[in-house]
């Protein structure tokens, strides 16, 4: 099992920065690759950026250029870095890992969420 804790959401002004973290716990050698994926009030979660174990990175078009998605394996810890930040990015952010140590079945945890609220 993992447990995923994401904490540095708040408030932040149009044009500034935020930086998320995500603590993983628990079968952490079982993680693959990971992601961050935001949700606002009556909308579907969407994918932000996704980071395989090799360290490559995907971005939805929506950020690309702005955020940037990190992990430092050693410390069991997923970062994502927002930038110029705009109001459209407020949502709840949640952090996403996705497990392969059991062969017979793809399975994916999530954090509990951290909210992101953007002021003008």
């Known amino acids: 099992q993992v447990q995923l804790v994401e904490s540095g959401g708040g408030l932040a002004q149009a044009g500034g920065s935020l930086r998320l973290s995500c603590a993983a716990s628990?079968?952490?050698?079982?993680?693959?690759?990971m992601g961050w994926y935001r949700q606002a009030p009556g909308k579907e979660r969407d994918l932000v950026a996704a980071?395989?174990?090799?360290?490559?990175?995907n971005y939805a078009d929506s950020v690309k250029g702005r955020f940037t998605i990190s992990r430092d394996n050693a410390k069991n810890t997923l970062y994502l870095q927002m930038n110029s930040l705009k109001p459209e990015d407020a949502a709840v952010y949640y952090c996403n890992a996705v497990y392969n140590c059991r062969p017979d079945e793809i399975k994916d945890y999530w954090g509990q969420g951290t909210q992101v609220t953007i002021s003008s």
């Open positions: 628990g079968d952490t050698v079982c993680i693959s690759a």
């Open positions: 980071i395989t174990g090799g360290g490559n990175t």
